[in-house]
């Protein structure tokens, strides 16, 4: 089970602090809490309860075998991200995000199979028949594609959901994810437009500790539904020997009863049948007078 969201931890992390007043977005206003020294609170209140509706979404779909993909450039929050996400077996963007990511997908796994070719080609001996020009190209290619897709090699499908840490940064991130209807979830500071969000996390998304205590609430429910899908795929597979197991020993049961059934062949058996199966001959009247005689 996933440890309760506590507002204490939230205010230690420094989850409440926003932008200041000049620079915040109107439609964060249900989440701000208060103005202090020029800057906004967010209400840490709304923060938890989001953080846990969220949560649960996140699970379910974990639970369901799909994947969500983590989106988060920014300096402070791509190492986190990237750790939490590699954690919770998920893929990530920490990088550049690429254009077309998830609108033209199919150019992007056209470059994903392009690493797995030169690896192959590394393998089989290929790549040591280059010229020294070419396999230093085809290394830097190798480097390039690693940097910016290495994250997302095992993604062979468009992802169930986005998770992304600064919505005004990741803007075409999100607005791919409005085209495809895909599920944002994200961490959406004072400054931001919370009307595209589908699970909206008001918080301070600026502050690495911050970020860290959303991300840890937000991996832990992931790692829980993909272990209670793996637990029902164990007792579903349980399930199955049983069945098979009972089956396997029937078969033998109903056999011995057939056999039980069958009737004995033995040579004095074989003879009583004859002898009863033989019909009873009527005495003539000649054979009669002369058993009276």
Do not use: C
């Amino acid at each position: 089970m996933a440890k309760k969201v506590e507002v204490k931890d939230l205010l230690e992390a420094g989850v409440h602090f926003g932008h200041l007043t000049r620079k915040w977005n109107p439609n964060m206003a249900p989440y701000i809490y208060m103005e202090r020294n020029g800057i906004h609170i967010i209400n840490l209140y709304k923060t938890a309860a989001k953080i846990e509706e969220a949560s649960e979404a996140l699970k379910k779909i974990a639970a369901s075998g799909r994947k969500i993909l983590f989106v988060a450039t920014k300096k402070q929050a791509k190492d986190i991200v990237a750790e939490k996400a590699k954690a919770a077996n998920m893929p990530y963007i920490t990088e550049r995000w690429p254009g077309g990511m998830l609108t033209n997908f199919v150019t992007i796994r056209k470059a994903v199979k392009k690493m797995a070719s030169i690896d192959r080609m590394k393998q089989d001996g290929t790549f040591n028949t280059l010229s020294k020009k070419e396999r230093l190209a085809v290394d830097r290619l190798r480097a390039k594609l690693e940097k910016n897709l290495g994250s997302i090699s095992d993604m062979s499908r468009l992802p169930a959901a986005l998770f992304v840490v600064d919505t005004t940064r990741e803007h075409i991130a999100v607005a791919e994810a409005l085209k495809l209807n895909i599920p944002i979830f994200a961490m959406v500071d004072t400054n931001s437009d919370p009307r595209v969000i589908d699970y909206v996390i008001p918080s301070n998304d600026d502050a690495s500790k911050s970020i860290e205590s959303i991300m840890s609430f937000v991996s832990e429910a992931i790692i829980e539904g993909l272990s209670e899908r793996k637990s029902g795929k164990e007792d579903d597979e349980k399930g199955m020997a049983k069945k098979a197991k009972a089956s396997k020993d029937a078969k033998p049961a109903k056999k011995a009863k057939l056999e039980v059934e069958v009737p004995s062949t033995d040579e004095e058996d074989v003879k009583a049948m004859k002898e009863a199966k033989q019909p009873v001959r009527q005495k003539s009247k000649k054979q009669v007078l002369n058993e009276e005689e």
